[in-house]
């Protein structure tokens, strides 16, 4: 066969072996052993990964009572499995092939002993000249061990043996560069890369009797590509499709491998769009390090216009009044602002090999601490672009691979700046998967949550809600930073100009960050100064909810549209918006003792004229930065 494969994966979907009343087609089935038998009969390596267990037991039960989903799905599949194994291995035996019955779970991938055990079975498989048949464990894969379906599965298959090919068999032709069902629509016979934007024209729906459908099969095939590994999407209800695609006789899609087969296997983690893995961070010199840094700040500069190109897309999915709008985006000042941090970043010094203690025992058995890296480094984040670029430059410094989950906000930002990271790597022969940019989709964040075996610890920077959900979820240890719930005390002895300046730009400058003041306390003894304290806020449109006290003072005096009562859960919440709580406390203790119960230990400040304050506001407020 032309093509010259050594090693196929031939997926076969639901839709393909099933008949339009539900029941499994085995005219169709034996149509593709056949094919199969003939290829392998000329010296290639098959794996199939095949649906079809849900429909054969369709096929030979009748669910009298209504049962939920998945206790339908464990029936059917429990029956049906026995038989659509039976049906491929009677077809099989015709032409004198052994075939093997291999189901599988997302937690066989998961583990490491699971996976080298399940790899090592398939290739002892392939040595004896028996084809693996791979189907999801549909019995005990429920739930968060459930694949997006078998197209997910057939390229962790194809990934962890190394295959020449991926053939995924859908019931169309391939991609198309429109709607199938309108005239002219033709199909995109290559695919390169992952420029091509293909789901603005693929339609979103699933098969009628599997869970995938086309979005998931090209994202997927994008992925696998990009190891190294040719996918086909064809039309498994041709006639002798699997025969012609390799005689290079049939209009199909073929996305084109970005680059050879490396013999470094990767362990494929599983997301919807993702395939990832762990990968070694190349041995290199300090030295090396900070030259790849320094370049990557002048490169960010450099692509300055790019970056802010791909920023604007972002920007106009959200609306300018959005209070994210401002932490979304980016300016030249910005960029040349996140280079220069870069920069800081490569004159620090090196921790790595740093000894932090050594002792020698009786036995002359010399002991030391060293620094080394965490490993593989997961960053949860939102609408922040300038953490890409941030948490690589801290990552690489450190020796630790990077793999960043961002927010859909910032997704071409992220993307462009992830671009600049991976040619500069290549630039210095570094492999790029020290940085892996995982899609902006909620299921990779359910992926890296769940990563357990791959990467070795988790970060969320984001709001408290963001950091609740991922430690409350994620099966990886979590490192927790905080929210910043911050909070300014006005003193009895406060400066009253210098308050005015402190809180405008405290509350304004940029109200989407992590350290905009989201509580104004002030002492009852400068209560008739709050309206003053609190004017500028009002040309600036800043909404205030006020305990009954301050209430009682700005009534009359502050914008009655931007004055609100305040309710008991305003305290503890951090805005990012144009909105401020507003009490007043008796003193400086009632003061400390608000912060202690609501902070979030990030920020906090007093206003203050009186050194004793000072210093028992510095000594007594817990956060980890006090002004």
């Known amino acids: 066969m032309s093509l010259g494969y050594k090693k196929i994966v031939v997926k076969v979907g639901s839709n393909v072996i099933t008949q339009a009343n539900g029941l499994p087609d085995e005219q169709r089935i034996n149509h593709l052993v056949n094919q199969l038998a003939a290829i392998k009969k000329q010296g290639m390596e098959v794996i199939l990964v095949s649906s079809g267990a849900v429909a054969s037991g369709r096929s030979l039960i009748q669910i009298a009572e209504k049962q939920d989903a998945v206790t339908t799905r464990q029936l059917l599949a429990a029956i049906g499995q026995v038989k659509l194994i039976n049906t491929y291995a009677n077809f099989f035996a015709e032409h004198a092939i052994k075939c093997a019955q291999v189901l599988v779970t997302k937690e066989d991938f998961r583990d490491r002993a699971h996976y080298l055990n399940m790899k090592n079975c398939m290739q002892i498989l392939l040595q004896h000249n028996v084809i693996p048949v791979v189907n999801e464990n549909d019995v005990v894969s429920v739930t968060e061990l459930m694949f997006t379906d078998n197209d997910e599965l057939a390229g962790l298959i194809a990934s962890m043996l190394n295959a020449d090919a991926l053939i995924i ?6 991609i198309y560069n429109g709607d199938p069902k309108l005239e002219g629509s033709k199909v995109i016979e290559e695919i390169k890369g992952s420029i091509t934007n293909l789901a603005s024209f693929i339609s979103t729906g699933k098969s009628q009797f599997g869970r995938g459908g086309m979005v998931t099969k090209s994202t997927m095939a994008q992925k696998v590509a990009k190891l190294g590994i040719t996918v086909h999407i064809a039309n498994g209800t041709t006639d002798n499709v699997l025969t012609a695609l390799l005689d290079e006789k ?12 490396s013999g470094k296997k990767k362990w494929i983690a599983h997301s919807e769009t993702n395939a990832k893995g762990i ?25 300055a216009d790019e970056i802010l190109n791909a920023n604007v897309k972002d920007l106009e999915k959200m609306p300018i009044e959005d209070p994210k709008y401002d932490r979304l985006k980016l300016t030249l000042d910005r960029i040349e602002g996140i280079a220069k941090d870069i920069e800081n970043v490569a004159k620090l010094n090196s921790p790595l090999g740093d000894v932090l203690s050594a002792k020698t025992l009786e036995n002359q058995l010399h002991i030391q601490k060293i620094r080394v890296p965490l490993g593989v480094v997961g960053v949860i984040y939102e609408a922040r672009p300038n953490v890409t670029a941030d948490v690589f430059s801290l990552c690489f410094k450190t020796g630790n691979v990077a793999v960043l989950k961002g927010g859909s906000d910032a997704e071409f930002s992220n993307i462009a700046i992830t ?11 570094i492999n790029i998967d020290v940085l892996t940019l995982l899609p902006a989709e909620r299921a990779a964040t359910e992926a890296l949550l769940n990563a357990r075996g791959f990467v070795d610890v988790l970060i969320p920077r984001g709001s408290q809600s ?4 991922v430690r409350e979820h994620s099966k ?18 406060g400066d009253l100009e210098k308050g005015k300046s402190i809180i405008l730009n405290a509350k304004t400058r940029r109200v989407s960050v992590c350290n905009a003041l989201d509580c104004v306390l002030i002492n009852e003894d400068r209560l008739n100064d709050l309206s003053a304290l609190l004017s500028p806020l009002a040309e600036q449109e800043v909404e205030l ?13 502050y914008p009655s549209v931007l004055l609100n009562q305040a309710s008991p859960e305003h305290f503890g919440t951090e805005f990012l918006s144009l909105k401020m709580a507003v009490k007043v406390v008796k003193d400086i203790d009632e003061a400390l003792d608000h912060i202690a119960n609501y902070s979030s230990k990030h920020s906090e400040a007093i206003i203050s004229e009186d050194a ?15 002004y």
Not at 466 to 469: D, T
């Open 169 to 174: 068999l859908s019931n169309v032709n391939g």
């Open 279 to 303: 990968v070694q961070l190349n041995n290199l010199a300090k030295e090396k390090i900070d030259s790849v840094l320094f370049d990557l700040a002048l490169a960010l500069v450099r692509s």
């Open 466 to 469: 963001l950091i609740n959900y």
């Open 250 to 261: 049939l209009v199909h899609t073929r996305f084109v491998p970005e680059k050879s087969k």
């Open 545 to 557: 909810f006020a305990d009954e006290r301050s209430y009682d003072i700005l009534k009359g005096n």
């Open 612 to 626: 004793n304050h000072i210093t028992q506001f510095l000594n007594q407020v817990d956060a980890a930065a006090v």
């Open 419 to 429: 671009r600049v990271i991976h040619q500069v790597l290549k630039k210095h022969h």
């Open 476 to 493: 990886i240890p979590v490192i927790e930073t905080g929210a910043g719930i911050v909070h300014t005390y006005f003193d009895k002895t």
